[in-house]
């Protein structure tokens, strides 16, 4: 029997598939694309400011622009208020040209390039410092204005971690801000945390509580703090994830791939999205004392955060026109018109689990004829150019010009490693609003 991971009901994915809109532009396009739900990521930031202002904590919110390359985010960042989080000078232009203010950037990543940090510093924005190196050309910059910056501190219980500054560094680096006086404002302290525990997160957000009083004897500002993103999203039902990681062998796979389950997204998660910073907020760092919300108010802490994959979740998908298809001893190959490149989970030798569904004009044999299994294989030459390795359980057997639809892949899956092999075009995204209560939705190129 064929395992499968169908996503929570989405009424709005519902509804684009029986529109017709979603063939309409795989014709009009000529090739897959992304559709882009960008009401989806208003409602996920002002869950994250709700979480924030229920727990009577000053903070702000960041969308982790690496998680998805498209501008109408960016837009909706700029609208709305919230700031935008990047790693690179391309990232830091790109939202300064949508409208995105420099004082509501933070600059994350290790061993910034120098013109990052000069437009950086000179535009206001928040820079997380990740090494004394990186604070010393900081020093140096000459700038209109004092460099803001947080000082990255280095994980205990992530050891082998390459981000950030150890107990040593991270005195030196308190010294040298407090020697440098106007010439830089020290405002508090970030860190990089791999995995999705929200107490493991208020743990440490509680030691960087104690280091802004630390620093505020020094005479430094530190008056906030950054916990970055790790706030999971809930792709699946909790039983068919459980079952999913029970039963799955190498079986289910093209060619017998063997994946084990910690090889995968935790693709359900109890807690989830904004329920996930109000979990850190109530959680009481180290396991005792006050929560970290009471924390922070006694301190007068701001928390910063993040988020990238959680201010995404259901707020896109991506779309494949069919091939062709191959039948195998027992199973099929369904070849679409892209590759795996524009699914990232193969970047981290994994799959992107959650089924895509068969969007075809012919209806399932009602007498219970047993489903048609095959992988998903992308039109390139390489023989491991596969979007999804599992044998896919469809309705019916799918033929050229049906479209495959996979579900919310806003998050990470989109661009991260797109590319044009083979002189393929990158799959273009569609930004797709709803502009009046009549429930018809209109759509446009993102840029």
């Not at 308190?174 to 860190?191: L, N, P, T, V, W």
């Not at 959680?283 to 990238?308: D, F, H, I, T, Y």
């Not at 004009?361 to 299994?373: E, F, L, S, T, W």
Request: negative net charge; proline residues 7%.
């Amino acid at each position: 029997m064929a395992l499968t991971l169908p996503v929570h009901p989405d009424p709005i994915d519902d509804g684009l598939r029986t529109s017709g809109l979603l063939k309409e532009l795989a014709h009009g396009l000529g090739g897959p694309f992304h559709y882009l739900l960008p009401h989806r990521f208003d409602t996920s930031l002002a869950a994250f400011h709700s979480a924030l202002a229920d727990a009577g904590v000053e903070g702000r919110v960041y969308y982790g622009k690496k998680a998805n390359k498209a501008a109408v985010f960016i837009d909706r960042c700029a609208a709305l208020g919230g700031g935008v989080d990047v790693a690179s000078l391309g990232e830091l232009r790109e939202a300064l040209g949508h409208g995105v203010r420099g004082e509501d950037l933070v600059v994350t990543g290790p061993a910034k390039a120098d013109a990052l940090l000069r437009v950086a510093a000179q535009q206001g924005a928040l820079i997380a410092v990740d090494a004394l190196d990186e604070l010393d050309r900081v020093l140096t910059l000459t700038v209109h204005r004092p460099p803001r910056v947080l000082l990255r501190v280095h994980p205990p219980a992530q050891p082998e971690s390459r981000f950030g500054l150890n107990d040593e560094d991270l005195d030196e680096a308190m010294r040298g801000c407090a020697q440098a006086g106007d010439r830089i404002r020290m405002e508090g302290f970030s860190f990089h945390l791999s995995g999705y525990d929200p107490q493991q997160r208020a743990d440490l957000a509680g030691d960087l509580v104690d280091l802004c009083l630390k620093a505020r004897v020094l005479g430094l500002q530190a008056d906030r703090i950054s916990i970055g993103g790790g706030f999971a999203v809930d792709y699946v039902p909790k039983d068919a994830w459980e079952t999913f990681q029970q039963e799955q062998h190498p079986g289910d796979y093209h060619a017998g791939k063997t994946f084990t389950n910690s090889d995968f997204y935790p693709y359900h998660s109890p807690v989830a999205g904004a329920d996930a910073l109000r979990a850190v907020l109530t959680a009481r760092p180290s396991g005792n004392g006050p929560s970290l919300a009471e924390q922070l108010r006694q301190a007068g802490v701001m928390l910063l955060l993040e988020p990238g994959r959680a201010l995404l979740d259901r707020a896109g998908a991506s779309v494949f026109t069919v091939q062709g298809v191959k039948d195998r001893d027992g199973y099929g190959i369904v070849t679409v018109d892209g590759t795996s490149l524009s699914l990232s989970e193969q970047w981290f030798n994994s799959e992107y689990l959650p089924d895509p569904r068969l969007l075809t004009d012919r209806i399932a044999d009602p007498h219970g004829a047993m489903p048609y299994r095959a992988c998903v294989a992308g039109a390139s030459c390489l023989d491991s150019d596969l979007l999804t390795w599992r044998k896919i359980a469809f309705p019916v057997r799918p033929q050229a010009g049906d479209l495959l639809v996979y579900p919310n892949t806003a998050g990470y899956q989109m661009d991260s490693n797109e590319s044009s092999f083979h002189e393929l075009p990158l799959p273009p995204k569609v930004v797709i609003d709803y502009p009046d209560d009549t429930g018809r939705p209109r759509w446009r190129l993102d840029r």
